[in-house]
């Protein structure tokens, strides 16, 4: 069977607009989803779709022309196209990175099997049961105030999202000590941004060191890099250096990765920059509802020619990824005996910080925590202490 010219042209009319539609259909619905990574794979698909009806219009007119290999060769140079570009997004997805993110279930006060440190005999404070402190902090700092809680806290399991006991992460816990929602916060120093919130509130941010830690500096493993020293890192970072070879390495560009900011690791990065100023972090487009496109700080993955930082404890004891190496820094390797002497260069105090709380038991707890045992706690949870 043939059809005629005109009814050929009313079905090709009818088959783009069906097309379009369904695939603008799931193009939002994808968009919607945050999935927007798959567009490329509808689009294709819609299109492969136009061209095979197209090709059977043809083939079903009462024409001559049948361009059969103009058809399947645009369908199979975009195959090719978008099936080079999954394998590329999968290839980075699935790539070994450093993860902010950490199952803090295993270090909740009192469950069976805690990886929360605890002392060989009773705590000599042992708050009562009724208004107790609400703690937050910084994902790194939960096993350490994890384990002040099992000591001194009523004994009973204190999950990791319990508004008494909880990790939001640095950012969000400043914002909630800050906004009366949390009495002690354990984090690593305030940023400017930090510092204003307070400021605007009219709140006083009262902040008592309780142990010390490095901040560090990671390459892959594979890399030939063994150490940097300050100068090299902030070049690095301020873009004067761009490619490994400048600094004794490969002649490879390097990836200088940065933290979200307000986060502790950037606040601690930026203090360790000083007056130099940071080049754009690599970043990542993240299509979030119908929200659009979103430049978020790209989270690190461990290309062979990437560098990234975090605090020691977070990489060597919470993370544990056996596929990144800790630099030395001006010669001098971030361990527990180099932040004690002070000779590693980059050390930085953290704290428990309290905002006007009237919840009588603060000051208490805090001098426990300053304490023989509470610093006890502190050195076997992998940190040095203070005193």
């Known amino acids: 069977m043939k059809f005629s010219y005109a009814a050929n042209k009313f079905l090709s009319l009818l088959i783009n607009i069906v097309l379009v539609i369904l ?24 299109a492969t779709v136009y061209m095979l009806l197209k090709y059977l219009l043809i083939r079903l007119s009462d024409r001559e022309y049948h361009p059969s290999k103009f058809f399947f060769v ?48 009773k705590a000599s404070l042992q708050l009562p049961k009724d208004n107790l402190l609400r ?66 509130k009219g709140v006083t941010l009262n902040m008592t060191p309780i142990g010390r830690e490095a901040f560090v500096f990671f390459v892959h493993a594979n890399n030939s890099i063994e150490g940097l020293t300050s100068d090299q890192i902030r070049s690095i970072y301020s873009g004067k250096v761009v490619n490994w070879k400048e600094v004794g390495g490969k002649n490879d560009k390097i990836r200088a990765f940065q933290r979200p900011a307000d986060s502790g690791s950037q606040t601690a990065f930026e203090k360790f920059m000083g007056d130099q100023e940071l080049m754009e972090a690599p970043s990542q487009d993240i299509v979030s509802g119908m929200g659009g496109v979103i430049n978020e700080v790209a989270e690190y993955k461990n290309y062979k020619n990437a560098i990234g930082y975090t605090f020691r404890f977070f990489s060597t004891e919470m993370v ?3 596929n990144i190496r800790l630099l030395k ?15 590693y260069p980059i050390t930085a105090e953290f704290y428990a910080i309290t905002a006007g709380t009237t919840n009588p038991h603060a000051q208490e707890f805090i001098n426990w925590i300053l304490s023989e045992e509470g610093q006890e706690l502190v050195e076997k949870t992998g940190y040095v202490p203070i005193k």
């Open 23 to 46: 695939t603008s259909f799931f193009v939002l619905i994808t968009l919607f989803n945050g999935k927007g990574q798959y567009i490329p794979l509808i689009v294709t698909g819609g």
């Open 74 to 121: 645009g369908i199979v140079v975009l195959w090719i196209v978008v099936g080079g570009k999954l394998a590329y997004d999968t290839y980075h997805a699935n790539m070994d990175r450093v993860n902010a993110e950490v199952d803090l279930e295993q270090y909740e006060p009192n469950t069976p099997g805690t990886k929360a440190v605890s002392l060989e005999q």
């Open 135 to 200: 703690l937050d902090g910084a994902t790194a700092l939960y096993p350490l105030y994890s384990s002040f809680v099992q000591a001194t806290y009523p004994k009973k399991v204190y999950k990791v999202f319990d508004p008494t006991v909880r990790s939001t992460k640095t950012d969000q816990a400043y914002k909630n000590l800050i906004d009366g929602t949390a009495d002690i916060i354990f984090v690593a120093g305030p940023s400017d941004a930090q510092l204003k919130h307070a400021k605007n």
């Open 320 to 322: 544990k990824n056996e």
């Open 329 to 343: 820094v001006d010669g001098i390797y971030p361990d527990k005996e180099s932040i004690r002497s002070e000779s």
